[in-house]
């Protein structure tokens, strides 16, 4: 048994004896999202900081960029003031980076399990994966992360049911005339029905609808396409895909997903327009913000003004893919321009202790559905080839999530560890 299933294992017997409650319980991910609509904001937000005798600070060579590494001897998710998931996104099977294959497999599996009690997987959970022709269903690579999950006393999210982009979609779902409600359907029965609802607990049933750029604000995809909507209406396929999931597994939680939907008001108005809708017809249980963020943007009002929304319709708020790029291509923060320094690491780890601090003040402990990252290490981020595919530039790291690449914690993980514990947040580590 690893260290970290030990301490899982003495902290839930713990929680048990002392409580009488159950515990519960990466992704290089390729183009897993669009890049969120352009910012506005110019000017890093970075934060000054100090090191103290708790933290360790090592530099590599003149090369190669800082890495600021912190003591984390406890377990995040036991930090956070319920047993709402703390999640990470990772990649398995033969992809990069995968928890199974990658050289440093036992060890990220490690970190994972200390610090983590959900899973979400970053690509082998989304419809081609598991459905990639009509009369087929693959589940052998999502059985190896579910069943470590559960071996490891997590649960996993499913991400996700229904994405448009062209790679994601099977070639027999484009072109389907009479019977496409049908085919949807049985989409969903064959996916939700093969996994235990006590270990795959969520879904992100339908992810990306929304499309500000459109006239009528919804995503032209072959899906919208199958019948598109009357104005004023929300696209017919929403409804068969809730419809489908809530029918074959009551129990599942069940999430519309979208990015930008915090500072992007026409994108929250068609995503709150979505949650409305379902709602009414008791099809949803909450509202995933993917949260793709800058240090200096959106600004902290709006993450708590588009929680609220959701709050206010008594629907789960769930942070489905958080990452913190200290480089903003369209910013001050441009990677020409920018020393990843131990100020600016110390502003990152105020940045993500307060986006943790105004999750847990607004969202009702009922209503929280899960904090995820979206991915274990820097290296293995999604948005080096998201930010190079959108600028032409090459970005060697952006720094924007809780580990460096040698599984070292960063100040980040501290700073979420402290909006957990109600500790007022700091940038100093």
């Known amino acids: ?18 409580l009488g409650l159950s515990a519960c319980g990466g992704s290089n991910s390729g183009p897993e999202l669009e890049f969120p609509d352009r910012p506005s904001s110019s000017s890093s937000s970075s934060s000054s900081s100090s090191s103290s005798e708790s933290s360790s600070e090592s530099s590599s060579s003149s090369s190669e960029p ?74 052998d690579d999502a059985d190896q992360l579910v069943n470590f999950a559960q071996s490891n006393g997590m649960t996993v999210h499913g991400h996700a049911l229904l994405w448009h982009p062209d790679y994601q979609v099977p070639n027999f779902m484009r072109n389907y005339g ?26 992100d049933v339908v992810n990306e609808a929304v499309d500000t750029d459109t006239e009528d604000g919804w995503r032209h995809s072959l899906f919208y396409n199958y019948a598109p909507p009357a104005e004023g209406e929300v696209p017919e396929y929403i409804e068969v895909m809730y419809q489908a999931a809530r029918d074959t597994q009551p129990d599942v939680d069940l999430y519309y997903n979208d990015y930008d939907n915090t500072a992007n008001a026409g994108r ?112 293995e981020s999604w948005l080096m080839n998201q930010f190079a595919n959108a600028t032409g530039n090459d970005y060697d790291d952006v720094w924007p999530l809780l580990f460096n690449a040698d599984l070292s914690a960063k100040p980040a993980l501290e700073g979420v560890a402290q909006a957990f514990r109600g500790e007022t947040c700091t940038s100093e580590f």
């Not at 048994?1 to 002392?18: D, E, G, V, W, Y």
């Not at 998931?85 to 990220?108: C, L, M, T």
């Not at 049985?186 to 609802?197: M, R, S």
Request: glycine letters at 6%; proline letters at 3%; aromatic letters at 10%.
């Open 178 to 203: 009479e019977g496409w409600q049908d085919m949807l359907t049985a989409h969903v029965e064959g996916i939700l029905n093969h996994f235990d609802p006590e270990v795959v607990v969520s879904w």
């Open 66 to 139: 800082s890495v600021f590494s912190v003591t984390a001897d406890y377990n995040l998710y036991a930090e956070a003031p319920t047993d709402s998931p703390v999640g990470v996104a990772v990649s398995a099977a033969n992809e990069n980076y995968s928890i199974f294959n990658h050289s440093d497999a036992i060890e990220r599996q490690d970190v994972i399990a200390t610090h983590f009690n959900q899973l979400t997987a970053g690509n082998i959970m989304k419809m081609s994966y598991l459905h990639p022709t009509e009369d087929n269903f693959t589940f």
């Open 268 to 379: 929250l108005e068609k995503t709150l327009e979505i949650a409305e809708h379902l709602d009414g017809l008791g099809l949803i249980d909450g509202v995933g913000f993917q949260m793709h963020v800058y240090m200096d943007y959106p600004d902290i009002t709006n993450f708590r003004n588009a929680f609220q929304d959701v709050v206010d319709m008594d629907l789960k708020v769930k942070v489905t893919e958080l990452d913190v790029a200290v480089v903003n291509p369209y910013g001050g923060n441009a990677p020409d321009t920018l020393t990843y320094d131990a100020e600016l690491a110390g502003a990152q780890k105020l940045r993500f202790c307060e986006i943790a601090e105004v999750y847990l003040e607004v969202v009702p402990e009922a209503l929280r559905g899960g904090f995820t990252v979206w991915g274990l290490t820097d290296d």
């Open 1 to 18: 048994m690893s260290i970290a299933m030990k301490n899982r294992f003495t902290l839930l017997t713990t929680a048990l004896m002392a």
